[in-house]
């Protein structure tokens, strides 16, 4: 299986790059859908975080503002996915989609401001890049929320920007994999052709069995005489 990956990986990072671009340009006119992923990525953000974070918290209030930060999430997130299944087609649809904004603003605002206290009062430790993550997101908060015509497709064309730049990245990734792969196989084949040749050839100085004509023909000289049985 390793080897199969390492011979056609290629061809599947083209596929996915496929895949992505075409999911990038439908998101960008299907609320619906945004809406949904939002959902499904915040409940996935949330499950996935417990366990670690629960066990490496050492302040007991910390780990409680965190559990609690998850388990609102989570119902947040479900909140989401469950209308994006089943309210697309009722009277409230719009509505929601006006409520997208305040949702996902209230993620993002919670989220930085639980980060940012756990490490200016509590003295968690953190990165540079997960702290600078944290305060654009703290900040996209009320810029999201003052955003009049915000709305699951602006979020769509996002996506879109990001299905982009990883579709980029595939292909030059692909290309890279199918050149190192005709390359391997421009090699197995010298390679065999090779060893073909190889043993086709005969031994040198050794006639084939049956060939005749390969036995060396050696001239008799007359004057050769085998002293035991010349008579004079």
């Known amino acids: 299986m390793k080897k199969l990956f390492e011979d056609y990986g290629w061809l599947l990072k083209f596929i996915l790059a496929a895949i992505l671009l075409a999911v990038g340009i439908w998101m960008v006119f299907a609320d619906d859908i945004i809406f949904a992923i939002t959902g499904f990525a915040i409940v996935i953000f949330s499950i996935f975080r417990v366990i670690p974070l629960?066990?490496?918290?050492?302040?007991?209030?910390?780990?409680?503002?965190?559990?609690?930060?998850?388990?609102?999430?989570?119902?947040?997130?479900?909140?989401?996915?469950?209308?994006?299944f089943t309210q697309t087609e009722s009277d409230s649809w719009d509505s929601w989609l006006a409520a997208y904004k305040w949702m996902l603003a209230g993620?993002?605002?919670?989220?930085?401001?639980?980060?940012?206290?756990?490490?200016?009062?509590?003295?968690?430790?953190?990165?540079?890049?997960?702290?600078?993550?944290?305060?654009?997101?703290?900040?996209?908060?009320?810029?999201?929320?003052?955003?009049?015509?915000?709305?699951?497709?602006?979020?769509?064309?996002?996506?879109?920007?990001?299905s982009i730049f990883g579709t980029i990245y595939l292909s030059f990734?692909?290309?890279?994999?199918?050149?190192?792969?005709?390359?391997?196989?421009?090699?197995?084949t010298k390679k065999d052709k090779k060893e073909k040749e190889e043993k086709e050839q005969p031994e040198k100085g050794v006639p084939k069995p049956g060939d005749e004509d390969s036995i060396p023909n050696v001239p008799y000289d007359k004057d050769d005489k085998d002293e035991d049985t010349y008579v004079n």
């Open 107 to 162: 993620f993002f605002y919670i989220r930085g401001v639980i980060f940012l206290s756990s490490t200016v009062f509590w003295s968690e430790k953190t990165e540079v890049p997960k702290f600078i993550f944290h305060l654009v997101i703290f900040t996209l908060a009320p810029v999201i929320i003052m955003w009049d015509d915000f709305r699951p497709q602006t979020l769509g064309i996002l996506f879109l920007f990001m």
């Open 54 to 84: 629960l066990r490496t918290l050492e302040n007991e209030l910390l780990r409680t503002v965190n559990l609690i930060e998850i388990i609102f999430d989570t119902i947040l997130g479900a909140l989401m996915v469950y209308v994006a």
């Open 173 to 188: 990734d692909g290309y890279g994999g199918y050149s190192r792969y005709r390359q391997r196989y421009k090699a197995k």
